[in-house]
């Protein structure tokens, strides 16, 4: 069965860094695009950032020139870079693989979420 699991998250100051990982397995990586979504607390689940199986990004108006997506196929892995962190990003940040196959059918999976927290 596909897994999807995330890691890197932590408590970090505003202004930090961190790096969030997302080890796929089960699937056939390369096929899937694949994005980070985040969820605060009271808020709706967000699209954060996406990279398609051609390895092209896209961003939230709210993280561009901060947050950076990227994919190693050769590790079925896709990694968030996040500078300059704010108070406003903390959230539980979740890893998504998407999929629609040749007859329509969509396949979706989620990982089971990491806890970024900016706080000084």
């Known amino acids: 069965q596909v897994q999807l699991v995330e890691s890197g998250g932590g408590l970090v100051q505003p202004g930090g860094s961190l790096r969030l990982s997302c080890a796929a397995s089960?699937?056939?990586?390369?096929?899937?695009?694949m994005g980070w979504y985040r969820q605060a607390p009271g808020k709706e689940r967000e699209l954060v950032a996406s990279?398609?199986?051609?390895?092209?990004?896209g961003y939230a108006d709210s993280v561009k020139g901060r947050f950076t997506i990227s994919r190693d196929n050769t590790k079925n892995t896709v990694y968030l870079q996040m500078n300059s962190l704010k108070f406003e990003d903390t959230a539980v940040y979740y890893c998504?693989?998407?999929?629609?196959?040749?007859?329509?059918?969509?396949?979706?999976?989620w990982g089971q979420g990491t806890q970024v927290t900016v706080s000084s």
């Open positions: 998504n693989a998407d999929r629609t196959v040749t007859d329509g059918t969509r396949l979706r999976y």
């Open positions: 089960g699937m056939i990586f390369s096929l899937y695009a």
């Open positions: 990279i398609s199986s051609g390895g092209r990004p």
